[in-house]
T-cell receptor, first 118, second 111 residues
Framework: AQKITQTQPGMFVQEKEAVTLDCTYD???????LFWYKQPSSGEMIFLIYQGSYDQQNATEGRYSLNFQKARKSANLVISASQLGDSAMYFC???????????????FGKGTHLIIQP | AAGVIQSPRHLIKEKRETATLKCYPI?????VYWYQQGPGQDPQFLIS???????DKGSIPDRFSAQQFSDYHSELNMSSLELGDSALYFCASSLRDQTQYFGPGTRLLVL
């Protein structure tokens, strides 16, 4: 079974500062994918960034980067130069990467509510 | 770019009624997933379909069923609705086992 732990229920950050959202995971699968999604108050679920367990380099997408430490089973999201529009719920999620390519569902963490203050 | 389309966006039902939620995946995506998100909760995976066949099953109640049609759209059928079924229901789509992109969700309220 897979498990995602997000230990920060809420965070307040000043605008323009960098912010790190913590995520640790547990799985017995050797091949897996890690994802971060953003959910604004409007409710939609927006994909941010992906990291595969065998990827050699940390993933980056614009202002988002993923600090992947496989030995520690952590996949922290780093947002650089935070903006007011970054205020939202952030979910870390994972799924195993079956060699057969099955369409497995995602396992989500409880989320971190990030509030950017002006 | 085209996104996942879900209908209806809002639905109000009485207890013991039935509901059907529809999902139209991103063009060329062959896989759809259904998730349920209760108030203040994280999304819970219900079921997925690849090429019209059920692929993975999560915590979907026996009262719920789903299918994927030849045009790849999917429907989630919910019967004997309970108050606890009130939630945001997401459909997501992907190209096989690639990144899942979520639709805007259907807010279901059971009275």
């Amino acid at each position: 079974a897979q498990k995602i732990t997000q230990t920060q229920p809420g965070m307040f950050v000043q605008e323009k500062e960098a912010v790190t959202l913590d995520c640790t995971y547990d799985t017995s699968d050797p091949s897996y994918g890690l994802f971060w999604y953003k959910q604004p108050s409007s409710g939609e679920m927006i994909f941010l960034i992906y990291q595969g367990s065998y990827d050699q380099q940390n993933a980056t997408e614009g202002r988002y980067s993923l600090n992947f430490q496989k030995a520690r089973k952590s996949a922290n999201l780093v947002i650089s130069a935070s903006q007011l529009g970054d205020s939202a719920m952030y979910f870390c999620a994972m799924r195993d990467l079956d060699p057969g390519g099955g369409a497995d569902g995602l396992t989500f963490g409880k989320g971190t509510h990030l509030i950017i203050q002006p | 770019a085209a996104g996942v389309i879900q209908s209806p966006r809002h639905l109000i039902k009485e207890k013991r009624e039935t509901a059907t939620l529809k999902c139209y995946p991103i063009p060329r995506h062959d896989t759809v997933y259904w998730y349920q998100q209760g108030p203040g909760q994280d999304p819970q995976f219900l079921i997925s379909f690849y090429e019209k066949m059920q692929s993975d099953k999560g915590s979907i109640p026996d009262r719920f069923s789903a299918q994927q049609f030849s045009d790849y759209h999917s429907e989630l059928n919910m019967s004997s609705l309970e108050l606890g079924d009130s939630a945001l229901y997401f459909c997501a789509s992907s190209l096989r086992d690639q990144t899942q992109y979520f639709g805007p969700g259907t807010r279901l309220l059971v009275l």
